[in-house]
């Protein structure tokens, strides 16, 4: 009961002082919206591009195993590498033969090109070389139509299926299926639209791009081109042993000798995730630290602030002593008006960094969760309890006497 009259007396008290200074409050709250601005945009960013990057990383399958020349992350010596064997359709075809543990196998080839439809045109365009089973190992549904066929991949027919974003932008009132686009200066059937996707990081638009097989992909848009091999995992209990099996197959293929290093790599989606989470870390560690510097230099100014307000009120806490108050509720008094001081601050900074926010999303994911929020109107309040503990002892720890005294 005695703490609760405490801190509500203080709070009044508090409350007070800071509107009977107005200016100076305001001045001492800015290294603290400076510092609590900084720590709120740069958990939002992280919050942001956690959210945008686990989204756009689902799209390439937890179950799925990517054989390809190079691995994605590793530290490679060049010399002893750019001499790598492209992976065929061959492999391709004999990886879905020999396997026992893969659920589907599809091969893969992507490059950039111009599509056209009339007199319309979109650039920039990913043009997707894909087997049978491209739709299964990658996760696709069709909206309208069909995927492609394995009679039109032996085949080497004209058609394709494409993204969202193409469907859109050239077929905004129609149906696009029986269509033809012209693709490297020959014309390509529509026989599906995949359903939309999304953006990967903002960077690729999995929605602007077309599927077409991959064995037509080698005579119109790239005679040798190097292909990935997509391996869709039966069971995720058995990632490990699917992963030997793959690297027995490829050596045996490839005739590559015993005790003689792989010269292909096969990937996985944890890679990608070990190098964000480390590349978070940073960004966070080294943002975290700027933050702390610009707390720190709030949090001197408001020591100052405070050590002043004891001064100029060392008569009021001698004649509060002397009629009763105890140390503790001087103490607890002085606490709180720090504390209030660099909450305000810290609720002016959310304010702020609100619609600082959505200017961000305009080119970045960003957002300011709850606990974002939370952790800012924290670290904000526990910045202003620990200035303001060396003023608040000194205000308590007043002589009654000595203080009454005071001019």
Not at 43 to 70: E, M
Request: hydrophobic share 45%.
């Amino acid at each position: 009961m005695r703490l609760a009259q405490d801190l509500t007396e203080g709070l009044r008290v508090s409350w007070g002082a800071l509107r009977a200074n107005r200016l100076r409050s305001g001045l001492t709250m800015l290294g603290v919206i400076i510092g609590v601005i900084t720590v709120t945009l740069m958990g939002a960013a992280i919050v942001g591009l956690n959210r945008a990057f686990l989204s756009s990383i689902s799209s390439l399958g937890t179950d799925v195993l990517y054989v390809q020349k190079f691995p994605w992350f590793e530290r490679l010596d060049w010399s002893q590498v750019r001499n790598r064997r492209d992976l065929t359709l061959r492999d391709a075809r004999s990886i879905a033969r020999l396997s026992t543990l893969a659920r589907a196998v599809a091969p893969q080839a992507i490059t950039l090109r111009p599509v056209a439809y009339g007199s319309r045109s979109a650039t920039g365009v990913q043009i997707c070389g894909g087997g049978a089973d491209t739709a299964l190992v990658g996760g696709l549904s069709i909206t309208s139509g069909r995927f492609l066929s394995p009679y039109e991949i032996d085949g080497a027919r004209p058609v394709c299926v494409i993204g969202a974003a193409l469907a859109e932008k050239f077929f905004p009132r129609e149906s696009p299926l029986g269509h033809r686009l012209r693709i490297a200066g020959q014309q390509y059937e529509i026989v599906g639209v995949l359903d939309r996707i999304g953006e990967f990081l903002g960077i690729v638009n999995f929605d602007n791009r077309v599927i077409v097989p991959v064995t037509r992909y080698f005579t119109d848009i790239e005679r040798w081109p190097n292909i990935d091999i997509l391996v869709k995992v039966a069971d995720m209990s058995q990632m490990d042993e699917t992963i030997e099996e793959l690297r027995g197959i490829v050596r045996r293929l490839r005739r590559i000798p015993p005790g003689q290093p792989d010269d292909f790599a096969i990937n996985r989606q944890e890679l990608f995730l070990k190098s964000f989470r480390k590349l978070s870390a940073m960004i966070a560690t080294a943002g975290f630290c700027i933050t702390g510097l610009s707390l720190f230099v709030g949090g001197i100014g408001i020591m100052n602030v405070m050590f002043v307000s004891v001064a100029e009120r060392t008569r009021e806490i001698g004649i509060r002593k002397a009629v009763g108050a105890r140390r503790r509720t001087i103490l607890t008094q002085f606490l709180i008006e720090a504390a209030l001081i660099s909450l305000a601050g810290g609720a002016v900074a959310i304010g702020l960094a609100l619609p600082i926010v959505l200017v961000m999303r305009q080119w970045f994911p960003a957002s300011i969760s709850p606990p974002v929020a939370a952790l800012a109107l924290g670290i904000s309040a526990l910045t202003g309890i620990l200035s303001g503990l060396l003023p608040a002892w000194r205000a308590g720890s007043q002589n009654t006497v000595d203080a009454l005294r005071h001019e």
